[in-house]
């Protein structure tokens, strides 16, 4: 495993490209400490420091950073997809197979990789959190502290699932900038499908099976916690009730998506005359 991934971040670390967007993937998703310490100023009469709200308070500073750290995986995933079309515009591919290297190693040297940046990512994310927890919360109880790090579970398995989806596509088409388009065209495709059995069928079973496509279901992982903010400052103004937490079923979904995503890659692969 050690070697097939030292392999592949050899081949990202001699690209400039994927160096920079690798460096941004990371980079941004930091911008929650900027967040953090934004002050408002109203006209000189109080300032107001989005910190000092409760929206970093242990726990549900878990859920708000890893929702907001998700937005920025696009950047990641043009690093994976152009893993793939350099791959085959450089003949890196036919050439890493002359050498010795399997078609199973060749996918698996991707799918680690997916593996290391998702897991240094959730470890990135983490640790930020922990810390503008401890300087902002309300309640430092290593009890409340540790509560809803599931997030975090979240959050990799989001980051695998969406990553797994950028290989396949980049095996399917070959091209980075298709392979990135064909994500927009699966988000438009799931909702068309949702539209004709709410129209057709029912609306609860529409739902139903749009959680389980795709995309959709890498979005569940983490719902938005807006309303929970909301839920939490003023709850006398929330009379429906939100369900936010991290469910079991939601992470198998995703599991199973990324499992068969990455088996596909190598039928593919597999099957593929170079």
């Known amino acids: 495993m050690l070697r097939l991934l030292k392999l592949e971040l050899q081949k990202l670390w001699l690209n400039k490209t994927s160096k920079v967007l690798i460096f941004i993937s990371f980079i941004l998703p930091f911008t929650v400490l900027v967040l953090s310490s934004i002050k408002i100023n109203f006209f000189g009469f109080f300032t107001l420091e989005l910190g000092e709200l409760g929206i970093f308070n ?3 500073i878990w859920h708000i950073t890893t929702f907001f750290a998700a937005q920025f995986k696009f950047f990641f995933a043009i690093v994976v997809v152009s893993m793939i079309g350099n791959e085959y515009s450089n003949k890196t591919l036919k050439q890493n197979l002359i050498d010795g290297l ?3 190693e060749f996918i698996l040297s991707k799918f680690y990789t997916i593996i290391f940046f998702s897991l240094c990512a959730t470890v990135l994310i983490g640790v930020t959190s922990f810390f503008i927890g401890l300087y902002y919360s309300s309640y430092t109880e290593a009890s409340i502290i540790i509560r ?3 997030f975090l579970l979240a959050y990799f398995v989001k ?3 969406f990553f797994s989806l950028c290989l396949f596509f980049g095996m399917l088409l070959k091209r980075s900038a298709f392979a990135l388009a064909f994500l927009f065209i699966l988000f438009i495709f799931e909702w068309i499908i949702f539209w004709i059995f709410n129209a057709n069928i029912s609306n609860e079973f529409a739902w139903k099976v749009h959680n389980f496509m795709p995309i959709q279901s890498m ?3 983490i719902d938005q916690p807006i309303q929970r903010i909301v839920m939490t400052k003023f709850p006398e103004k929330t009379d429906i009730a939100y369900d936010y937490a ?3 079923y939601e992470i198998a979904i995703v599991l199973g998506w990324s499992a068969l995503f990455i088996f596909l890659s190598y039928r593919l ?3 593929r005359d170079l």
Request: charged share 30%; hydrophobic share 45%.
């Open 58 to 60: 242990f726990p549900i």
């Open 102 to 104: 399997s078609k199973k």
């Open 148 to 150: 809803e790090t599931e």
């Open 159 to 161: 980051l695998v699932g």
């Open 219 to 221: 979005w569940n992982l």
């Open 246 to 248: 991290v469910h079991w």
């Open 269 to 271: 692969l597999k099957k």
